[in-house]
T-cell receptor, first 113, second 115 residues
Framework: GAGVSQSPSNKVTEKGKDVELRCDPI?????LYWYRQSLGQGLEFLIY????????KSGLPSDRFSAERTGGSVSTLTIQRTQQEDSAVYLC???????????FGAGTRLSVL | GDSVTQMEGPVTLSEEAFLTINCTYT??????LFWYVQYPGEGLQLLLK?????DKGSNKGFEATYRKETTSFHLEKGSVQVSDSAVYFC??????????????FGKGTLLTVNP
């Protein structure tokens, strides 16, 4: 596609439920990144994929967070047993190769009630 | 670890005023430096970048020069417009394990330009 696509754009869920956030990167981009944007913490790195493997998961805040990437393309970020502090905008970015300029999607705004 | 410090603002200017948003960084080695812009209700857009010392990135009238001696990457524009109103983020992409990857961001600076 023309840009990084994320879905859904907004997600409202109840505390304790699981959610899945999807990212479709720019075609041909081998590197994919997830970030989180919240008022208190600013923009934080979560996880990085090179192809289908994740060399760096150091930013995932807890074991309730996981992510996968299949076919070197689409990625899914899963949050299990959501908590109110998980409320944030989750941003996905992709780059042609690791270290190249990163291009961001519009994000998924997650609200945990 | 890597870090970015930028003036937090908010910054309010009149149209055609000169803009400077300061950004300094701490990183090992030679990071790449970026400015991203977030317009109201939109995602992050890459504004400009510089990959080595003394490089100048420029786009849409904005400029920033990679100053290794002062570890700075200040954003400037000679004459701002109302349409420049947005949040501006300074960021770096460092090297870890031999590979560049994650971006480390500053906290963002809200710019409001009044007519």
């Amino acid at each position: 596609g023309a840009g990084v696509s994320q879905s859904p754009s907004n997600k409202v869920t109840e505390k304790g439920k699981d959610v899945e956030l999807r990212c479709d990167p720019i075609s041909g981009h081998t590197a994919l990144y997830w970030y989180r944007q919240s008022l208190g913490q600013g923009l934080e790195f979560l996880i990085y994929f090179q192809g289908n493997s994740a060399p760096d998961k150091s930013g995932l805040p807890s074991d309730r967070f996981s992510a996968e990437r299949t076919g070197g393309s689409v990625s899914t970020l899963t949050i299990q047993r959501t908590q109110q502090e998980d409320s944030a905008v989750y941003l996905c970015a992709s780059s042609l190769e690791a270290g190249d300029s990163q291009y961001f999607g519009a994000g998924t705004r997650l609200s945990v009630l | 670890g890597d870090s970015v410090t930028q003036m937090e603002g908010p910054v309010t200017l009149s149209e055609e005023a000169f803009l400077t948003i300061n950004c300094t960084y701490t990183a090992t080695g030679y990071p790449s430096l970026f400015w991203y812009v977030q317009y109201p209700g939109e995602g992050l857009q890459l504004l400009l970048k510089a990959t080595k010392a003394d490089d100048k990135g420029s786009n849409k009238g904005f400029e920033a020069t990679y100053r290794k001696e002062t570890t700075s990457f200040h954003l400037e524009k000679g004459s701002v417009q109302v349409s420049d109103s947005a949040v501006y983020f300074c960021a770096l992409s460092g090297k870890s394990g031999g590979s560049n990857y994650k971006l480390t961001f500053g906290k963002g600076t809200l710019l409001t330009v009044n007519p």
